[in-house]
């Protein structure tokens, strides 16, 4: 992969491919969730009732799994499964101190790289509603808002994007 230099750190953001249980990946999925949570802990129970787990990760449909990382440090993951027949990125995390710095660029080019390098014409992707800074970013990406895709019709206030890549 490419090495880009983060402005803030004047280092290389490194974005590698990694196992999806790789120990910095699952680190930085956990961190994810712990973040995330607690926007979303209202719908759980809901969802949780209904027999709903929309944001489950089958580690059998995984096509590829990045970690981004400056130094030796890991500050970013992103993943890229195939849902139906489609790649959709998930699991598009920053640490908190990386935000700003071009890592999430770089992680997305890698997926957008992968999906193409797979034969497919576009990558899709869901975001919260509670994740405005991620709606923005997808836009100023280039990603366009979809109509919802499964398993996100559990969750009518989801935010869907495609990006074609051809």
């Not at 990125?89 to 890698?110: E, Q």
Request: net charge negative; glycine share 4%; charged share 25%.
């Amino acid at each position: 992969m490419a090495a880009h230099t983060s402005p803030h750190t004047d280092l290389p953001v490194r974005v590698l491919t990694v196992d999806w249980d790789h120990s910095d990946a699952e680190t930085l999925r956990a961190e994810m969730s712990d973040e995330i949570r607690p926007r979303y802990a209202y719908l759980e129970d809901e969802l949780a009732a209904r027999g709903l787990a929309p944001h489950v990760v089958d580690s059998e449909s995984v096509h590829r799994t990045f970690v981004a990382y400056v130094a030796d440090e890991p500050v970013g993951h992103a993943a890229v499964r195939w849902n139906a027949g489609d790649l959709e990125l998930k699991r598009m995390f920053i640490r908190p101190a990386y935000r700003g710095t071009g890592t999430a660029t770089a992680l997305l080019h890698a997926a957008e790289a992968a999906v193409r390098e797979a034969g497919q014409p576009r990558m899709i992707l869901q975001t919260g509603h509670l994740q405005p800074d991620a709606v923005r970013f997808y836009e100023r990406s280039g990603y366009h808002r979809i109509p919802l895709f499964a398993p996100y019709h559990a969750l009518p206030q989801s935010n869907c994007f495609a990006r074609n890549l051809h």
